[in-house]
């Protein structure tokens, strides 16, 4: 039996994301299995999506820490008791610092509902129609110390209709959201993921 990649998410919020993942990983689509699941937020209702699916599912209040450094350290700690080996962002709505990105180098993963370098930080689509932009769409991007700069790893673009609200266009993005981010998972558990500064290389099988 192939060895299986340890995810530990992160989350914030409803947990589409994680869905997308957990579901990926139930089918046999990704070689990889969601060791638990950390929420800042007590009542996201993506820590409910985990306790289904049977995973450890855990509040971890950043307002009880010192600072980001020291709230950082103890998701270390958490994700190393669990064996994580890739971190994935999924609507995790924190400025993560250096503490994390280096005890999992390479290994924090995070979507963006915006085609970067466009668009990073928050209401990302409001952003992309405001600015009146024609496509729109997703990113999945290896995390660095910036806001939305680190390494990307796979895009899909999503045309901007007539219309269109940021909630119509919050869908339609979702949609490339769920169907690229556990492909880019599936690429770094087959080993299939070369960095080079700013370049991620996807190899050949």
Known sequence: MDKLLKIGVLVSGSGSNLQSIL?????GRLKARVVCVISNVADAYALERAQAAGVPAL???HR???????YDQALVTTLREFGAELVAMAGFMRIITPVLLDAFPMAVMNIHPALLPAFPGLHAQRQA???GVK????????VDPGTDTGPIIMQAAVPIVE???EQTLSARIQKEEHR???EAIGLFAAGR???NGRRVEILAT
Do not use: Q, W
């Open 23 to 27: 579901d990926a990983c139930a089918a």
């Open 59 to 61: 509040h971890l209040d």
């Open 64 to 70: 009880a820490h010192s600072g980001r450094e020291a």
């Open 129 to 131: 129609l405001e600015y």
């Open 135 to 142: 496509v729109a769409g997703c990113t999945v991007h290896l």
């Open 163 to 165: 219309g269109d609200t």
């Open 180 to 182: 690229i981010y556990p």
């Open 193 to 195: 993921l070369s960095v």
